[in-house]
């Protein structure tokens, strides 16, 4: 397959132009920067505009950064997590975590400190949505009103407000005593989970991360959601321990989703 690369509008800045587009055989995608503070506004301010890559500031952050934009018929929406294949590890410590990792066109995680800069504004009401893939061809999703990350101090704390969806409210888990909302982020190098130990039949559990195949989450006592755990392929996507896991869609056993996306919405 050969690659273009293509400096458009040449003389133009980030800033105030266009963007370089990196594209793939003769088919060149040309995506305005833009001007806005999140995805959502940047749709409604440009209606026609095409799912991508983006420049965006959110309001009372004095730098700018890239986002990849879900450009959809009930508005836009900024992913921050989006998993399809093994390509990319989610094996990783606090610092990618909170900073970022991946491509943004491909498998990424946004980076904590993004998702907090965006939703620390609380003159908006942000939405999560979460979409799940599984290995028949099937689709599901769950979102989430009042979504809200905590500062790093805090842990990027949870905040979630009502379910609706057809996967389950994962987030507030299976059963009792699991519930993430409220719960700080854990990786294997920095234990917010709430065990110590926990108790599971006869296993006592004190790090979540470390049980959950090294991903970062908001571990409650583990609890029922991690879409950040070890990827398996079509045919060996049932039973492990971790994966790609939202445990109140496709019970009993774990089941471990082909793809995933997470992503929000300003109102």
Known sequence: ??????????????????????????SLQLHRTG?????????????????????????GIKSKFKVYCEMLPDGGWTVFQRRSG????????????????GALKQDHWLGLKKVFFLTKNKSKMWTMRVDLWDHEGGTAFAEYKNFRLGNEKAAFKLQVGTYSGNAGDAIRGAYKGIDQNGYGFSTTDRDNDGCSPCIFGDIAE???????????????????ANLNGDYHPTGQHIGWASGLHWLTW????PYSAKATRMMIKSA
């Open 86 to 101: 093994p390509t990319v590890s989610f094996v990783r410590k606090w610092t990618d975590y909170r900073n970022g990792f």
């Open 1 to 26: 397959m050969k690659t273009i690369f293509s400096l458009l509008n040449s003389g133009q800045n980030e800033e105030s132009g266009w963007l370089l587009c990196v594209c793939f055989d003769s």
């Open 250 to 253: 496709r019970p009993p056993a």
């Open 35 to 59: 001007s806005g503070t999140d995805c959502t506004q940047i749709k409604s301010l440009q209606p026609q505009a095409r799912s991508g890559v983006y420049i965006i500031q959110p309001a």
């Open 206 to 224: 004190s790090d979540c991360s470390f049980s959950e195949g090294g991903g970062g989450w908001w571990y409650s006592k583990c609890g029922s």
